[in-house]
């Protein structure tokens, strides 16, 4: 009798059906996989690639033209010395050939970086599809340019590595007549959202079944014109994803930073202390631009030092970092990108234990050293362990702890290095901690000071 009563409650709550208002939509569980990865890999890629200028929104800095924005003339003046007058945005399509396009070494840089989810652009505001779109004919990958079904490859490709496929969807697109007629109106119609983003994103999620949907593009209008609430339950009721997929909080004006499975709240958002809800740091490796530059320069990239800090801060408050890298026309990730993927891989091998699944602690950043972010995770027979990643090594090697409360049981070790550490508790609270030789530790960076049987180390803020 109990296992049928356990059976009934299982199958009640496993149904549940979400109806499209915000209250029934946030009260959707979070599927735990997305906390326990912590990070992922970001791909804007379409063919603001080939001119490789300013950035990917290339096509609308060249229409806008703002004398004061430095941006826009840019690219205005790249089209004057290089194009023809009468050159359109348009033509640059057969040019994005992508032509040493390979799917499967794209999957193994991506794991080789020790991300856990990947999120590609299928269609970013020019209205560029990376599918053969059944609403876009002549302006998707199959039909101009790769003649190729790069979302297809990509998602057969990432069945083969332990990285979950994801999609990011700009609803908007600058130009099309659809939506500028809708706009015209004031929104009163919905002529776009009928017969071109609704189903082409019902075809995304049932053609390709990613576990990531990350919107954009909402922000000149409401949720209502976009019809969201009724997409987000149908994603979450009956689609072929509807128990595995996140969604983040791009759908509809005023929307971000309040709803969604996770919230992003801005570009780059990184508030540096712990958030109520489940966000995202989505940034990107090049500082000035999501897509590809061809005339980008070494100090443009971000240093590991700096991509570590930016992790580490992340996840220490809660969030998730999607590190973000543009691909060139040709297909490839430049080298300085996999360069930094590859070295996040690497201090990822060593240190993955204060990463993966890892939760906040009470405290985020160190009350005595800035240079400390902690993390923390709950172990059955353990208790509470604490992570500390230090950003700064000490030239004398001790490094001053305030907020940790040790106890004579306590133990203190470094990820990478297999002595015990050597500790002084301090009057009050807080440890000092005796660092081994910099030159002997399997990290190089960002440090990790892994604490065990801490007083008062239990969680309540998460």
Not at 103 to 110: F, L, N, P, R, S
Not at 170 to 193: A, H, I, M
Not at 306 to 315: F, H, K, P
Request: aromatic fraction near 14%; charge should be negative.
């Amino acid at each position: 009798m109990k296992l049928l009563l356990v059976w009934v409650f299982f199958s009640f709550v496993s149904g549940k059906r979400y109806t499209p208002d915000w209250d029934s939509l946030d009260s959707r569980p979070l599927p735990t996989w997305y906390d326990e990865a912590k990070i992922g890999v970001f791909m804007h890629w379409g063919p603001y690639s080939v001119p490789g200028v300013a950035s990917e929104w290339f096509w609308f800095q060249w229409f806008r033209d703002d004398p004061n924005n430095s941006g826009d003339q840019e690219v205005v003046e790249y089209m004057k010395k290089y194009y023809s007058p009468d050159f359109t945005y348009q033509q640059f399509g057969p040019e994005f050939r992508a032509e040493f396009f390979n799917a499967t070494q794209w999957a193994e840089i991506v794991a080789g970086s020790g991300a856990k989810y990947l999120v590609f652009t299928s269609k970013h505001h020019d209205g560029f599809s990376n599918w053969p779109s059944s609403r876009n004919f002549g302006w998707n990958s199959r039909d101009v340019g790769p003649k190729r079904d790069i979302i297809g490859e990509l998602a057969d490709a990432f069945q083969n590595v332990d990285v979950k496929f994801g999609l990011y969807h700009s609803l908007f697109e600058w130009f099309n007549p659809l939506y500028l007629q809708d706009k015209k109106n004031n929104y009163t119609t919905q002529n776009f959202v009928d017969d071109k983003i609704g189903p082409e994103l019902r075809e995304l999620i049932e053609k390709y079944k990613p576990q990531v949907l990350w919107s954009d593009g909402e922000w000149e209008a409401e949720d209502v014109y976009w019809r969201s609430k009724e997409f987000l339950a149908w994603l979450y009721n009956d689609s072929p994803v509807k128990d595995t997929i996140v969604s983040n909080d791009r759908w509809g004006r005023g929307v971000m930073c309040k709803h969604g499975d996770f919230f992003t709240c801005s570009d780059r958002y990184n508030p540096g202390v712990l958030q109520p809800h489940k966000w995202e740091n989505a940034m990107t490796i090049d500082r000035k631009s999501w897509g590809h530059r061809r005339n980008m320069k070494i100090e443009d990239i971000l240093s590991i030092e700096e991509l570590l800090e930016t992790l580490a801060m992340t996840i220490s408050c809660g969030g998730n970092m999607l590190m973000n890298v543009g691909p060139n026309s040709q297909g490839t990730i430049e080298p300085i990108f996999q360069e930094r993927l590859r070295q996040v891989g690497d201090w990822l091998k060593v240190n993955g234990e204060a990463v993966y699944g890892s939760i906040p602690w009470k405290v985020q950043n160190d009350t005595s050293n800035s240079k400390v972010w902690y993390t923390a995770k709950v172990d059955g027979k353990q208790g509470t362990i604490v992570y500390g990643i230090l950003l700064d090594w000490p030239e004398d090697r001790i490094v001053k702890l305030g907020s940790p409360q040790p106890n004579t049981e306590t133990q203190v070790t470094m990820l990478g290095w297999t002595t015990p550490l050597e500790w002084k508790k301090l009057p009050g609270s807080g440890l000092t901690v005796m660092l081994p030789e910099k030159d002997h530790v399997q990290s190089q960076g960002a440090w990790v000071i892994r604490l065990e049987g801490l007083d008062g180390a239990g969680n309540s803020v998460w």
